[in-house]
């Protein structure tokens, strides 16, 4: 079985939806196997955006994502990568079709609800990074 893991944002623990995005992924035969609420410090999200470090939004990126614990979950199922990423629909909220998660409660590119793993590669390591 696969695992992707998924970081619930801080806009969609302020808005109350956590149950509303494990119920459609769990509906969608995909299983949470582990989760937890944690504050994210600046190290820890340098580590996770390092690939976003250098451009002028980052520190947006940082103040955002450490405003509020979030939550972090293992989902695992077939093809749990793909199966993830397509509920959630694109990144950008504003472009996401109505029936995804980001589609129908996103409201922009960052605020976007959930953070997923985009490959079998990256969830390898996000896993690691945020279940030691």
């Known amino acids: 079985m696969e695992k992707s893991l998924i970081i619930l ?22 299983n949470p196997i582990a989760c937890k609420i944690i504050n994210l410090d600046n190290d820890l999200l340098r580590e996770h955006y390092a690939h976003l470090a250098h451009l002028t939004f980052f520190p947006e990126i940082v103040e955002f994502m450490s405003s509020t614990p979030v939550m972090v979950i293992i989902f695992e199922g077939e093809n749990a990568v793909e199966r993830v990423r397509n509920i959630l629909g694109p990144t950008d909220s504003q472009k996401a079709p109505a029936g995804t998660i980001r589609g129908d409660f996103g409201l922009d590119k960052m605020r976007n609800i959930a953070h997923a793993s985009d490959g079998k590669d990256s969830a390898e390591k996000e896993i690691a990074r945020f279940f030691r």
Do not use: F, T, W, Y
């Not at 109350?16 to 035969?29: C, D, P, T």
């Open 9 to 30: 944002k801080p806009d969609c623990m302020q808005r109350k939806l956590v149950g509303q995005v494990i119920s459609r992924l769990e509906n969608a035969g995909l």
